[in-house]
């Protein structure tokens, strides 16, 4: 059965996304639960847009000198972003790296116990049947916000090389990219449309 092979990890959404640690846009006239979503909406984005998983294990000397990335947000500011665009990815490799990273608490407390995302292929494939595995190496699937992330699936495939059995044909396929992703609905009442519409991107439709 394959459903026993089912792992979950709950660091992907809000944790992954949860860099700059604050997204400071003045969303005017509207609740508080609102104006943290639509915070965390944009730090999704950006982990979409502009992050990029390192091609090899994430070191603070090979990136102290990145080009900063500049990131427009919806009411005009530009935020300007570094080498965290590196290291926020490399956490699903490395989860202990949470720990460096403001913000992240709570996933930074169990992180020293999580396995990386290759070793958690890897152990989810082994629980399968002997006789499937092979085409399981073959088939894997990345899905949602963060398959869409630079070089993730590249990545992921590299190390499921270099860890798996010699005789596995590995394979990543991926979702669609980042761009494909951005087309966003909100749903807004009336006083909420009046006082936000301004800062809404013109890939966004309203519906009120």
């Not at 394979?171 to 009046?194: H, M, P, Q, W």
């Amino acid at each position: 059965m394959v459903l026993k092979s089912l792992m979950l990890l709950d660091c992907g959404k809000w944790e992954i996304a949860s860099f700059p640690a604050t997204v400071d846009v003045d969303f005017p006239h509207t609740t508080e639960s609102y104006r943290l979503y639509s915070q965390r909406v944009i730090a999704s984005d950006i982990k979409e847009c502009v992050c990029r998983a390192p091609d090899t294990p994430y070191d603070e000397s090979a990136y102290s000198n990145i080009p900063m990335t500049p990131y427009e947000l919806p009411d005009g500011q530009t935020i300007e972003i570094g080498a965290d665009r590196f290291k926020i990815p490399d956490i699903l490799f490395n989860p202990p790296l949470a720990q460096t990273i403001p913000g992240m608490d709570n996933f930074a407390e169990i992180s020293p116990s999580v396995r990386g995302l290759p070793q958690m292929v890897i152990e989810s494939i082994n629980r399968c049947d002997v006789d499937i595995r092979k085409e399981l190496f073959g088939s894997i699937l990345l899905a949602g916000g963060t398959a869409s992330m630079q070089q993730l699936k590249e990545r992921l495939e590299k190390d499921l090389l270099e860890e798996s059995p010699q005789a596995a044909r590995v394979k990543v396929l991926a979702s669609g990219n980042a761009t494909e992703r951005r087309f966003r609905f909100a749903c807004l009442d009336r006083r909420e449309y009046i006082g936000i519409s301004r800062f809404i991107p013109a890939n966004v439709v309203l519906q009120v």
